[in-house]
């Protein structure tokens, strides 16, 4: 570990990790932790030691020019502070970095040992994965935790998968054997447009986390983005005669299967949401800009800020399949594991991982 400041006294902390890779599909979950340290200012705090868990023939290091001295900056995971004000002061540790190569145990070990020095009562850690989903419907987030006693009182799945895992499923299970509580939030990202950014799929799982931590999350240009990105995708789909008929079916296949969630407890959620963003305190975005995922459709006929692309046209179904050999992050089950691996890009995305 190597410390960069001091370890700062928290209010009631909540850890939050994701890790770009395997179990990041469209870069969703690694994207949500970058906006909260983004929008809380987050303070890194400690670093891991690059040369114990990362192969830089995978992750390469970057070199760059900081006033005409050449520096290099080198793949690791990082820990950040931010501090959330409000009538519930909250604090949250950011675990942000890069699905390690090697020594999974050490590195959940490092890991959860800065959680028991800092006091942390949750350990939240973001995945999405891909999957048979349409991209004009509400993302699907999952919430689960290997923990009976915490799936009851927090209405979340207690996991029964079997098979390959990723970090996050070692990460959660370390958690377990240590006592720590731990949740895994998991979007749902469409396989056939699996290429990043995902703002929509970010942005359900911010929603998840507020949800879960009671805690208000500012989204920033997130809404906004979201809506440019859907769009975006439909006038690609709406090219292709293909596509167009397969998320159809899809969009039928979701209906047909989630029709019961269509009233009660859902619109009550959905509800009490809008009252806590309308009516609470506390940091947040402006009234009205609730994550939501759907809305008033000329709404999006807009440009994501800042000049972003609209996302490449989607392969044609059978060309990109559910299991995701696509590139920008692979998908899985809501637990931890994935599809097959796919190949990595010159960022230096984890793809291929193993455990010493």
């Not at 909260?36 to 303070?43: I, V």
């Not at 029964?160 to 979007?187: D, F, M, N, R």
């Not at 931590?213 to 989204?219: A, C, Q």
Request: overall charge negative.
């Amino acid at each position: 570990m190597i410390e960069l400041e001091g370890v700062p006294e928290l209010v009631d902390p909540v850890m939050v990790a994701a890790f770009e890779g395997w179990n990041d599909a469209g870069d969703a979950a690694s994207t949500a932790v970058a906006h909260l340290d983004s929008e809380w200012k987050g303070e890194v705090f400690a670093a891991l030691d690059a040369e114990d868990y990362y192969d830089f023939q995978v992750n390469r290091p970057t070199v760059w020019l900081d006033g005409g001295v050449r520096k290099i900056t080198w793949p690791t995971t990082r820990l950040s502070v931010v501090r959330v004000g409000g009538e519930k002061p909250r604090d949250l540790v950011l675990v942000r970095g890069i699905e390690p190569s090697m020594r999974w145990r050490s590195f959940c070990n490092e890991l959860l040992g800065f959680a028991h020095e800092l006091g942390v009562e949750l350990v939240v850690i973001l995945g999405a994965l891909l999957g048979d989903t349409p991209h004009t419907r509400p993302v699907p987030v999952s919430g689960v935790t290997s923990d009976p006693d915490l799936a009851r009182t927090m209405d979340l799945e207690e996991t029964k998968y079997e098979g390959p895992t990723g970090i996050v499923g070692i990460l959660q299970e370390a958690c377990t054997h240590a006592g720590v509580p731990a949740v895994s939030l998991w979007a749902a990202v469409p396989h056939y447009v699996s290429q990043p950014p995902n703002p929509k799929a970010t942005l359900a799982l911010l929603n998840r986390l507020e949800d879960l931590i009671d805690l208000r999350i500012p989204l920033g240009e997130l809404p906004e983005d979201a809506r440019a990105w859907q769009v975006g995708v439909d006038q690609l789909a709406a090219e292709d005669s293909e596509v167009a008929e397969y998320v159809q079916t899809l969009e039928e296949a979701r209906d047909t299967a989630e029709l019961p969630e269509a009233s009660g407890e859902a619109i009550a959620r959905e509800f009490e949401r809008y009252l806590r963003r309308r009516d609470g305190g506390g940091p947040t975005a402006s009234p009205g800009s609730h994550a939501t995922e759907s809305g008033d459709p000329a709404t999006y006929l807009r440009d994501t800020p800042g000049g972003r692309t609209r996302p490449p046209k989607p392969p044609k179904p059978g060309i990109t399949d559910a299991a995701g050999d696509t590139a920008g992050g692979t998908g899985g089950t809501a637990d931890g594991a994935a599809g097959d691996s796919t190949a990595g890009d010159d960022s230096g995305s984890a793809e291929d991982s193993s455990e010493d």
